[in-house]
């Protein structure tokens, strides 16, 4: 006659199997993100794969990070990187949410057409409804900034490639510089994934630092939220020679977000 498992048994059974639960499902998580950020990391280098195309069409110039330009259809301003931009009103000079789904068409950016697709512009771990999580270099010279009184040589030398001057068109339009003006250029980041209503940032440009970036803003909300840490802790970046990584917060240094790097010394 066939024996029968006892309860005893049937326990230690599910036990077993709860306890390789436990250990693998973990595993099996962090397998998944690894994934996650490969994609990503794959997405972003084929971002910063377009801008060094864009340049070798354009004499080593960089475009505009945003530039006043009219469109029949669509909001009166381009940007770097193309999304529906006329899902929302007008603040402060720029047009349209990108952490919002897209409502109409969308209006083409300048590095569009090196782009394969609009899915290259998705981050695999970003929520859903958002249009990208990925955001430009967007320091200016004109800015202002505490770390300007206690190193006034900074003043008006601090911007990224993209963005060197606010021309002050009502519709915010930024003046670019060649790529050759980019001191250091594996150690100058031109763009990041981002928690931002717009693709471009310049959010830790005001505040007094130089290797250890604060971690709130004015009013006590986290900074990381500009440097939005989709990935175990980490953020993927594309940097000015076209290497791509993924970035602590708390590794960033202020010289990483400027062209010139001589005048912090």
């Known amino acids: 006659m066939r024996r029968?498992?006892?309860l005893i048994e049937l326990l230690v059974v599910i036990s077993i199997i709860a306890i390789l639960a436990a250990i693998l499902f973990p595993v099996f998580a962090q397998a998944k993100a690894s994934a996650k950020q490969a994609v990503c990391l794959s997405n972003m280098r084929q971002i910063g794969m377009a801008t060094k195309l864009y340049l070798g069409d354009n004499d080593d110039n960089y475009f505009p990070v945003l530039r006043h330009e009219d469109m029949p259809g669509f909001a009166p301003q381009t940007t770097w990187i193309g999304y529906d931009n006329n899902n929302a009103p007008e603040a402060g000079g720029i047009y349209g949410l990108v952490f919002k789904p897209a409502k109409n068409p969308v209006r083409p950016g300048l590095i569009d057409?090196?782009?394969k697709s609009d899915a290259i512009k998705r981050c695999p771990s970003m929520p859903s409804e958002y249009q990208m999580a990925i955001t430009f270099n967007g320091w200016y010279s004109e800015y202002p900034s505490d770390f300007y009184t206690t190193h006034p040589q900074a003043q008006a030398q601090e911007y990224g490639p993209a963005s060197v001057h606010n021309t002050g068109d009502p519709i915010l339009t930024f003046t670019p510089t060649n790529d050759s003006a980019v001191e250091e250029t594996s150690n100058t980041i031109i763009a990041w994934e981002h928690l931002?209503?717009?693709?471009?940032?310049n959010f830790l440009q005001k505040y007094d630092w130089m290797n250890s970036p604060p971690k709130l803003d004015d009013f006590g909300n986290p900074l990381v939220d500009h440097f939005n840490l989709l990935h175990r802790g980490g953020t993927s970046t594309i940097w000015d020679d076209g290497h791509v990584k993924r970035m602590a917060f708390g590794n960033l240094k202020r010289?990483?977000?400027?062209c010139n790097k001589s005048i912090y010394q």
């Open 4 to 6: 029968a498992f006892t």
């Open 255 to 258: 010289p990483m977000f400027s």
């Open 196 to 201: 931002a209503s717009v693709p471009l940032c």
């Open 113 to 115: 057409p090196y782009l």
